[in-house]
């Protein structure tokens, strides 16, 4: 079993559409979970953190469920530029001392007009 | 603010030959991780380095290492280098070890 799964897609919705990326992970001492966002031949960037207690920002919003092991981002009111790959991160995947990143796939996104 | 910075942005070799990788840290960031994304898949954890010190090591073969130097910038070495060796290698840099991670953009290797 992977470490860290989401659905690989692709998600081909219309601008303005809501769409909803999961995620899950196996490692119950993982210690944070981040949504990184990756662009064509570009590098991650940052999307946002995500907490238990749920955090938005703007048109996206993630959510935790450490019971579950489940991640989830939902972006609202997409937008053309909302097109990209979204990586679901877990960091200290394997409960260690020091800041290892695990990486799901990748959950590929296509907004059109 | 300068981000974190690579080069070479792309490299091309042919296998058995060797590879230096180059990253900076942002400024007042401590903490260096390198990574392997090959076609498809997320990137894969290689090294950290924190305080010049080896913090954590990936799934990779010894052909594979690294070091910090003193202003906290970093090289990834990679010897006797095989076709599948072909992927983005990205550095990212954190304040400490355990902090957020920011990615550089890059070195995209080649191996013929």
């Known amino acids: 079993r992977k470490e860290v799964e989401q659905d690989p897609g692709p998600f081909n919705v219309p601008e303005g559409a809501t769409v909803a990326f999961n995620c899950t992970y196996s490692?119950?001492?993982?210690?944070?979970f981040f949504w990184y966002r990756q662009d064509c031949r570009k590098e991650p960037k940052l999307l946002m953190s995500?907490?238990?207690s749920g955090n938005e920002d703007g048109r996206f919003t993630a959510q935790l469920n450490r019971a579950s092991q489940y991640i989830s981002l939902l972006i609202r009111d997409s937008k053309l530029s909302d097109s990209a790959t979204y990586l679901c991160?877990?960091?200290?995947?394997?409960?260690?001392?020091?800041?290892?990143?695990?990486f799901g796939q990748g959950t590929i996104l296509t907004v059109h007009p | 603010d300068a981000g974190v910075t690579q080069s070479p942005t792309h490299l091309i070799k042919t296998r058995g030959q060797q590879v230096t990788l180059r990253c900076s840290p942002i400024?007042?960031?401590?903490?260096v991780s390198w990574y392997q994304q090959v076609l498809g898949q997320g990137p894969q954890f290689i090294f950290q380095?924190?305080?010049?010190?080896?913090?954590g090591r990936g799934n990779f073969p010894d052909r594979f290492s690294a070091r910090q130097f003193p202003n906290y910038s970093s090289e990834l070495n990679v010897n006797a280098l095989l076709l599948g060796d072909s992927a983005l290698y990205l550095c990212?840099?954190?304040?400490?070890?355990?902090?957020?991670?920011?990615f550089g953009p890059g070195t995209r290797l080649t191996v013929l």
């Open positions: 990212a840099s954190s304040l400490g070890f355990a902090d957020t991670q920011y």
């Open positions: 490692n119950s001492a993982s210690q944070s």
């Open positions: 995500v907490y238990s």
């Open positions: 991160v877990v960091n200290n995947a394997g409960g260690t001392s020091y800041g290892k990143l695990t």
């Open positions: 400024s007042g960031h401590k903490s």
């Open positions: 380095y924190y305080e010049k010190e080896e913090r």
